[in-house]
């Protein structure tokens, strides 16, 4: 009976992806689940691995828990984390890194990125240089107010300037890009940037494959993967 369960969602999912110009083929495979996935993208050499975010049935584990994380963290392919059914506008977490430069190269080379709206967002995390210009042993202050201004406008110009530089990148290659600079938490501030535009995917970039601890935007990118409510998609840059 299992068997027969399992024979049925694969031949669901067959007919529904099946479309002009698209060979779809399938295969069941006995195993681990993450460590499969990551095997048999990596065996096919897969330019996407795609995981849904909730199962049903004998499935009823979220993908989006152990699963999904080991995937994203093993998988030398980007990961695309579903979360809806549709794909309408996006956010591009920018940090002027190599891995966030990856993940805007995808939306311009790839057809189904580039006919989306993009908010290309920076984040100012301002909590490193407040604690940096907390006070010495006495109470002393180690940075006064103006150098400490002067480190705030700097950054906030900083960050200015790199959401700019990939909006127009985006934009000279034909997409429809805004810039827009947020500041606070990142990883909140990614997922409401998402939910003050209706966006439907989260794009990230991240570098090597060696673990969550690795990915450019850190815990960041994490906790947008496990708390975003629309679908997330990770790329990869190889190199330490």
């Known amino acids: 009976r299992g068997q027969r369960f399992i024979d049925k969602q694969v031949e669901t999912a067959v007919r529904a992806l099946r479309g002009p110009n698209r060979t779809v083929k399938a295969k069941t495979i006995l195993g681990r689940p993450a460590s499969v996935i990551v095997e048999e993208a990596a065996r096919i050499g897969a330019d996407l691995l795609i995981v849904g975010s909730h199962g049903r049935g004998p499935f009823a584990s979220a993908l989006l828990g152990s699963v999904a994380a080991e995937v994203v963290d093993h998988a030398s392919c980007p ?115 998402a939910g003050s535009t209706r966006a439907s995917l989260i794009v990230l970039g991240s570098r090597g494959n060696t673990g969550l601890a690795r990915l450019v935007l850190g815990s960041v990118a994490h906790s947008v993967l496990l708390q975003a409510k629309c679908s997330v998609l990770i790329t990869r840059t190889k190199g330490k």
């Open 79 to 193: 990961v695309l984390v579903a979360r809806g059914t549709a794909l309408t506008r996006a956010v591009l977490a920018e940090d002027g890194s190599p891995g966030a430069r990856t993940a805007e190269r995808l939306m311009i080379k790839w057809p189904f990125l580039k006919k989306l709206p993009v908010r290309v967002v920076t984040v100012m995390n301002l909590l490193p240089l407040y604690n940096f210009s907390g006070t010495g042993y006495g109470g002393t202050e180690v940075i006064d107010a103006d150098v400490m201004q002067k480190l705030l406008d700097d950054t906030r110009h900083l960050n200015e300037r790199t959401a700019a530089q990939g909006a127009k990148r985006l934009t000279t290659a034909g997409l429809a890009a805004k810039a827009e600079v947020r500041e606070g938490n990142p990883s909140q501030q990614v997922i409401a940037a």
